[in-house]
């Protein structure tokens, strides 16, 4: 493998608050040899006529034209990719420089490397940066991630024809990256972890992960959809609440 194209995709609705920052910190990747389609959700802000106004021949701008929701618009760039490796990258969240360059390097010394996943740091709203650092293993299967999803979404590189074959799913009430990591996990033995924070991750005040039982029923559904047994999600739902409970109570403590 030489230089592979990464193929980076990011929906936006409404964006323009953060969308600005979201794309400088991929035009300041050390990694190159990135295309960027961002998929505009029939946005009512001045996100579209933004994205239009950019120049840089490595972005590509996608409009749907009603408001189809994230999955959709993550299926959308998907498709559209030109590159046989996909990053996420949510509009309010940001990348650490190296953050691809880490992971191609993975890549290049795993063969088997399919799913490659990263830490996080995290900031608030006005980009106050929260103590709290969740740091990763240097692998994770099917069965480590039930109790916890480790694999932030905007953190991921993962092979093409994986998401292709295990699309982000358009039910609602669940957690659809957690979904499609799990029937990806199903597939391949494990996937790699860069335990240093290279992704920025924006924890909005109205965001899913502020509504602790609303994200606990919504996990819950993940399971089910992705049909695990009863037993078997209760089981994992005992592991996800006290891993939630030492999580928020980490996030609650500033710099």
Not at 114 to 129: K, M, P, R
Not at 167 to 191: C, N, S, T, Y
Request: hydrophobic residues 40%; aromatic residues 10%.
């Amino acid at each position: 493998m030489r230089d592979p194209l990464v193929s980076i995709v990011m929906p936006a609705y409404n964006a323009m608050k953060y969308l600005p920052s979201a794309i400088a910190s991929v035009m300041c990747q050390t990694w190159e040899n990135w295309e960027l389609c961002i998929v505009d959700d029939a946005s009512a802000d001045e996100t579209g006529a933004y994205l239009d106004s950019l120049q840089d021949p490595r972005i590509r701008v996608f409009h749907n034209e009603i408001n189809r929701g994230t999955a959709y618009s993550r299926n959308r760039g998907i498709h559209e990719a030109k590159g046989g490796w996909i990053a996420f990258l949510d509009s309010d969240d940001m990348w650490r420089e190296d953050k691809l360059e880490k992971q191609i390097a993975v890549i290049e010394n795993y063969p088997d490397a399919a799913l490659v996943f990263t830490g996080s740091a995290f900031i608030d709203d006005n980009g106050n940066q929260m103590k709290y650092t969740l740091q990763v293993p240097e692998k994770i299967s099917y069965q480590d991630i039930l109790p916890q999803n480790l694999i932030s979404c905007s953190s991921v590189v993962v092979r093409k024809e994986l998401l292709l074959k295990h699309p982000f799913p358009g039910a609602e009430k669940v957690h659809e990256d957690f979904a499609v990591w799990l029937q990806i996990l199903r597939e391949i033995d494990h996937a790699y972890g860069v335990d240093e924070p290279l992704l920025i991750y924006r924890l909005a005040m109205n965001s899913r992960s502020r509504n602790k039982l609303k994200a606990a029923r919504m996990n819950w559904n993940t399971y089910r959809y992705a049909g695990i047994g009863f037993l078997q999600a209760a089981a994992s739902m005992c592991g996800y609440t006290i891993r939630g409970l030492k999580k928020y109570n980490a996030l609650r403590k500033k710099v």
